[in-house]
């Protein structure tokens, strides 16, 4: 990594590019009856975003839907990689970018913890010492050993959550599923972020709530149509985005 220690993160022009396919063919049959189809576009979602993030700061990504942000934070955990530009990160990185995601639905929640904080790269050791304390954290209960297949949206979260939390990541990357669940467990998620900046993580933060961004961010990055708008004081973004979005 070129960059120096201060910086988690560090977007380098980017540009992401997606094709989209209006009349796809499904079968053999239809591909071989409609060989004209298969048209597609290409829809470019992220243009020449640069952007530094560094250690301890606690961004929040802002912006209607559609805009780019959550390609941004797919693209910050590899999930997906960008068609030009660079991204490096510097330190342990944990999201919760789609619900559910790295769980087994035949698992019971218990052992997804398990085999959730593994893909983390946690040990068997570090993931039993903190298994009582983020079964507490999630508030299941005795659903704790119950097939996530039968949880509810809401439920999937509170697991999710209680593991990212616990897995001592350097970088903390949240997609808007935090909207899910209830007002108690929402407002203890967000307390609980605000633990971790005060510890010193860094986060980024894709949300449409801006009141939880004016809470939890001192730093917010509006995206526009893949560019930034503007990047700066959360209070300052959010009133501009506000004034020309309304």
């Given amino acids: 990594m070129r960059e120096n220690a201060e910086n988690r993160i560090i977007v380098e022009h980017i540009y992401k590019t997606f094709n989209i396919y209006l009349d796809k063919a499904n079968s053999v049959k239809e591909k071989m009856l409609f060989w004209k189809r298969n048209r ?12 530094t993030i560094k250690n301890g700061e606690a961004v929040a990504l802002v912006g209607i839907n559609g805009s780019g942000k959550s390609t941004l934070l797919k693209l910050m955990t590899k999930i997906i990689y960008p068609n ?4 490096y990160t510097n330190g342990k990185l944990t999201s919760l970018l789609e619900l559910g995601a790295g769980f087994h639905p035949d698992f ?23 298994l009582e304390k983020i079964i507490e954290f999630s508030e299941l209960g005795t659903y704790i050993d119950n097939p ?16 990212a939390i616990n897995v001592d990541a350097d970088i903390l990357l949240v997609d808007e599923i935090l909207s899910v669940g209830d007002q108690h467990f929402q407002e203890k998620c967000l307390n ?34 893949g560019v930034i708008q ?5 209070d300052e973004v959010i009133d501009e985005y506000i004034k020309q979005t309304t």
Wanted: hydrophobic share 35%; proline share 0%; aromatic share 8%.
């Fill in 148 to 163: 996530v297949r039968t949880y509810s949206s809401g439920m999937y979260m509170r697991l999710a959550f209680s593991v």
């Fill in 230 to 234: 503007m990047d700066g004081n959360t």
């Fill in 192 to 225: 609980k972020m605000k633990e971790l900046k005060q510890e010193g993580k860094t986060m980024v933060f894709v949300t449409h709530s801006l009141g939880s961004a004016r809470e939890l961010c001192d730093r917010a990055i509006w995206l526009n149509k």
């Fill in 40 to 51: 597609r576009e290409k829809r470019e979602v992220l243009k020449d975003v640069s952007v």
């Fill in 108 to 130: 019971s929640g218990r052992e997804n913890i398990y085999f959730n904080a593994s893909i983390f790269g946690l040990t068997r050791k570090q993931i039993d010492d903190r």
């Fill in 84 to 87: 030009k530009g660079k991204i």
